[in-house]
């Protein structure tokens, strides 16, 4: 009965709604003026093993995230590619005494859960708890971090999923693209090395992981960030008596990238494939540096409105979804635009991108794509600095780089500050596309001769 009268209710609004005689649509108000952002304050202090503190009140809940950001990863394994993950992996099996599940429920008794990721330049551990047991969280980081247990048939279980996660890399397309993308950009550098092989993986004894972590893992390469509403002196305290004993261990690993080698297109054969995984792309400078080329990226493919989408998406179906994405590291950057492409039209859209990529170098964008970007783009940096793991988190990635923590009031102003001349500016600048490398994952057979026709990369193709 229920069902039938609410059937009835919606056909009534329907009627209704479409006897209603149509309106004309009103023009939106324009948009406010963006806000400045403001950092919390900070308090930062140095233990005296060198590891640092970054204190920050923020937000109105009683919870505290704690961060710790460690420089090492992957740009420690040398030859040994995810000696890194494969360390990190066995840490959170088991820390001082306590096994992996027995961490979890005192992190869920606390109001959280603790986790480790390992990344290129650095590896992070979280917890998110309540205030009143932050000084415990600290404890339980400072186990994590400094007296893993390195059971071996914790190694064992570790290394069966990453096998199993390396299989599946292996075979997918857009795995395949990213090695190769990421070889060509960093030849020889741990920036580079993608993916072990499977025999490299099962080669790693729990020794190699033990002196993987006494030598990458301390304070003087530590950094612990501790956002939210707490009690400053408790915190310190805790901090002091949980880390304070920790060695200080080795400087950061500095390794440059090599020089960029020259452009090259690089074609994988996936025999039958209905459509071809492509990345174009090269190294650029540091976005952080050069904010305008953050924003002529987002216009030309960072956004779901950007040039490139609009054109091999919306406008002649090439692709589902392209995308343009800036990758920032310690020793260099680069810009990518992946798509996943309908094999037949992979040599057209490849000539698309092209042409939007020349397009923005020849001619300065509209006032409402410009405004629209900086709006964009500022309202994303506020939204992801209104938590606390999101301010922790930023605050973690620009020390990890260099920029430091001012980038973050100057990044609205500065976003504020960009002209149409700015976004074709930088895009001559870093965005050649003679020194674009080219990654072609898909069938060969139909795609290949596509190809020739792009002139961008016709004289590149391998023999």
Do not use: C
């Not at 040398?78 to 306590?98: C, P, Y």
């Not at 959280?112 to 992070?124: A, R």
């Not at 509403?229 to 004993?245: H, N, P, S, W």
């Amino acid at each position: 009965m229920k069902t039938m009268l609410k059937l009835a209710a919606t056909t009534m609004l329907a009627t209704l709604a479409l006897a209603a005689p149509a309106q004309a649509k009103e023009t939106p108000p324009p948009a406010a003026a963006p806000k400045p952002f403001t950092l919390p304050q900070l308090t930062d202090f140095t233990l005296p093993n060198g590891m640092k503190v970054t204190l920050a009140q923020h937000g109105n809940v009683p919870k505290v995230t704690i961060l710790a950001t460690i420089r090492t990863g992957n740009i420690d394994d040398g030859g040994n590619v995810w000696l890194a993950d494969l360390t990190g992996g066995v840490m959170q099996k088991g820390a001082g005494g306590k096994d992996a599940s027995q961490l979890a429920e005192l992190a869920a008794g606390m109001g959280g859960s603790l986790s480790l990721s390992t990344g290129v330049d650095s590896s992070s551990a979280v917890i998110d708890v309540l205030a009143d047991s932050a000084p415990a969280a600290i404890g339980l980081l400072a186990d994590l971090l400094q007296r893993p247990d390195f059971k071996p048939e914790e190694l064992e279980k570790v290394r069966a999923d990453m096998l199993r996660n390396l299989a599946i890399a292996r075979s997918t397309p857009g795995s395949q693209a990213a090695e190769a993308f990421a070889a060509a950009l960093y030849p020889g550098h741990p920036y580079g090395m993608v993916f072990p092989t499977a025999a490299q993986l099962q080669g790693y004894t729990l020794d190699e992981v033990k002196a993987f972590h006494a030598a990458n893992f301390g304070a003087a390469r530590s950094h612990l960030y501790v956002v939210g509403r707490f009690d400053q002196a408790t915190m310190r305290v805790a901090i002091e008596k949980a880390f304070g004993g920790w060695a200080a261990g080795n400087a950061p690993t500095q390794l440059p990238a090599p020089a960029a080698p020259p452009a090259k297109v690089t074609l994988i054969d996936r025999t039958g494939a209905p459509q071809s995984v492509v990345l174009i792309g090269r190294p650029v400078a540091k976005p952080g540096e050069a904010i305008d080329i953050k924003a002529s990226s987002t216009l030309l493919g960072g956004y779901f409105s950007s040039r490139i989408t609009r054109n091999i998406r919306e406008d002649k179906g090439y692709t589902y979804s392209p995308r343009a994405s800036l990758s920032e590291q310690v020793q260099g950057a680069s810009w990518t635009e992946e798509a996943a492409i309908t094999s037949e039209a992979t040599g057209p859209a490849i000539t698309e991108i092209f042409k939007e990529i020349r397009r923005m170098q020849d001619s300065q964008p509209t006032p409402a794509e410009v405004q629209g970007i900086k709006n964009y783009m500022n309202g994303n940096f506020v939204l992801g600095l209104s938590s606390r793991n999101g301010l922790a988190g930023s605050l973690a990635s620009l020390d990890v780089l260099g920029l430091g923590a001012n980038y973050l009031n100057t990044y609205v102003g500065k976003v504020s500050a960009l002209t149409a001349a700015d976004f074709e500016a930088a895009a001559k600048r870093e965005l050649g596309v003679d020194g674009m490398n080219v990654v072609i994952v898909g069938p060969l057979d139909s795609v290949r001769p596509q190809l020739a026709t792009v002139p961008e990369i016709a004289a590149k193709l391998p023999k």
